[in-house]
């Protein structure tokens, strides 16, 4: 779409070469990961067939396209692109994205099945980055986005005649296992899954199982405890087959999924490590929303937390969004180059370029300190208490132990205070919650390995490592967290949150 692009488009590129005149159809843009991928397609593949999207409608926007045009085509992901070549960038919206009204996990994504049958024949190739991200979803609905819906991802790729697949999971369906985590299929930690001779788990029987407990526990509640006991039995089933959340077991059992599926057909399974914003496209710091570590910083900045469960030394893998997205688009190239063939990839920096957890703290509360007014979205103020890791008994003994006698102090406050509340009460419980969350992420017992990655990018060639770098090695962790990730969460993130907040004031106003 820009001149460096378009002029690449001409040069020995064998990813523009691959997916000249291809279309590509890619589920999940509504989200993060989603709107990069598709961004980078538009902007350095312009010479792409079409780009498909699947997108469910909704009671605001019925169709796909109304959906696309009033909640994706307006985000800021796509600044860069207007900026550069406005009347471009709608023509190729115009004329190459297809929106298509469908809902992922329903058969046939809720099409007749001709409909289905001809979306098949039309596209070359499928993304799959839709997902339930939530760690303690519901298990029923994670099971269905996570796991089931990648039957129908199967059939569409069947009814295209072998249509190759890449399947966006998570290099956190290690689980539990400690170690090196190697571009593999993953072994469970916690109790044994048949594994069939052709090295997948067979995944059929334990699917019943969680299905018959999800129908238990469907007729004993209702409302919001039924909620509540649909996310326990998830945390629960997860632990007992050797996974900390209902996100990455489920994430989990759809690489067996697809894996026994799409047997002798092509299939990538594309694995990142906690993404985060992006290193410099379609801008530095690039974000949408707040994202696993955001949480954390979002809450050290409030001066909500100061004790964590983490290990210091451990190494936290975060990626970059637009280094996951070349390799998505790495691995599409590599599929329509050498098709048949199952290959497992995974984005991450933990092998090539670590950093540490206390390093990655250490940097955030350098900024914090010396420079919080660049960041007036994120600080309110400077932060004055400390940002501490501690190992995760000695967490549960201290948090254990103050919350006792601010919980006595609490009741007192409400009955004498008109039901005020206690506020370091309150920030105990906000540590608590986002420590039951995220504090197996920051206690790292494992290294994941991307060898395979980087040889993709090698066979690529000088060229297409240069158009669409995956490599972690250039991210130098000090400028990255402090500069171009801190801005980008100010700039993007929250800024966007406080204006939907003020959108969202005016219309209850003018009610």
């Not at 600044?79 to 046939?108: A, I, N, Q, S």
């Not at 019943?208 to 909620?227: M, N, P, T």
């Not at 993709?456 to 669409?468: C, H, P, Q, S």
Request: glycine share 8%; proline share 4%; aromatic share 8%.
């Amino acid at each position: 779409m820009t001149k460096q692009m378009s002029g690449a488009g001409e040069s020995p590129s064998r990813v523009l070469e691959q997916l000249r005149g291809k279309h590509v159809l890619i589920t999940g843009t509504s989200g993060f990961l989603g709107k990069v991928v598709l961004e980078k397609l538009i902007r350095a593949v312009p010479d792409i067939g079409g780009i498909h999207l699947l997108i469910r409608g909704n009671a605001r926007h019925p169709s796909a396209r109304e959906r696309f045009m009033s909640e994706i085509a307006c985000s800021s992901v796509f600044e860069r692109l207007k900026l550069e070549g406005g009347d471009e960038f709608e023509y190729f919206l115009d004329t190459k994205v297809h929106c298509v009204t469908g809902e992922v996990t329903e058969p046939f994504f809720g099409m007749p099945e001709p409909k289905f049958v001809q979306l098949a024949g039309q596209v070359d190739a499928i993304i799959n980055s839709a997902a339930s991200v939530n760690f303690r979803e519901e298990l029923d609905k994670a099971l269905a986005i996570n796991t089931l819906c990648l039957n129908n991802i199967a059939a569409l790729a069947q009814a295209g005649d072998g249509l190759p697949v890449i399947q966006v999971s998570t290099c956190y369906v290690n689980g539990m296992n400690s170690g090196q985590a190697y571009e593999e299929v993953v072994s469970p930690a916690g109790a044994e899954i048949p594994r069939s001779p052709d090295g997948f788990f067979e995944i059929e029987e334990l699917t019943s199982l969680l299905q018959d407990k999800i129908a238990d526990v469907r007729s004993r509640y209702a409302g919001k405890q039924l909620e509540k006991k649909l996310v326990d039995l998830g945390i629960r089933e997860a632990n007992h087959y050797g996974w900390s959340d209902t996100y990455t077991f489920t994430k989990w059992m759809g690489e067996q999924l697809l894996m026994k599926s799409l047997g002798g057909h092509s299939l990538t399974i594309l694995r990142p490590s906690i993404i985060e914003s992006a290193l410099e496209e379609p801008a530095p710091g690039w974000i949408e929303g707040v994202k696993v570590a955001d949480a954390i910083i979002l809450a050290y900045a409030r001066e909500k937390v100061t004790l964590f469960p983490g290990k210091r030394s451990g190494v936290i893998d975060v990626i970059p969004v637009d280094l996951v997205a070349n390799s998505i688009i790495l691995s599409l190239s590599e599929a329509f180059q050498e098709p048949g063939r199952h290959r497992i990839y995974q984005c991450c920096s933990g092998s090539s370029n670590p950093i540490s957890l206390g390093k990655f703290i250490d940097h955030l509360m350098e900024e914090a300190r010396t420079n919080y007014a660049a960041y007036n979205h994120l600080f309110y103020r400077q932060p004055t208490k400390p940002f501490i890791a501690v190992n995760r008994r000695l967490f549960d003994a201290v948090i254990g132990g103050a919350r006792l006698p601010l919980s006595i102090a609490d009741r007192l406050l409400k009955l004498t205070s008109q039901n005020r509340e206690l506020k370091m009460l309150r920030n105990i419980d906000t540590t608590r919650s986002l420590a039951t969350i995220f504090g197996f992420y920051t206690a790292p017992d494992y290294i994941f390995q991307n060898d395979r990655l980087m040889a993709l990018a090698e066979r690529m060639g000088n060229l297409d490592k240069a158009i669409f770098p995956v490599d972690a090695r250039q991210i130098n962790w000090e400028i990255y967290l402090r500069k171009i990730h801190l801005a980008g969460l100010n700039r993007y993130a929250l800024s966007e949150r406080k204006l939907y907040r003020l959108k969202t004031n005016k219309v209850r106003k003018a009610a």
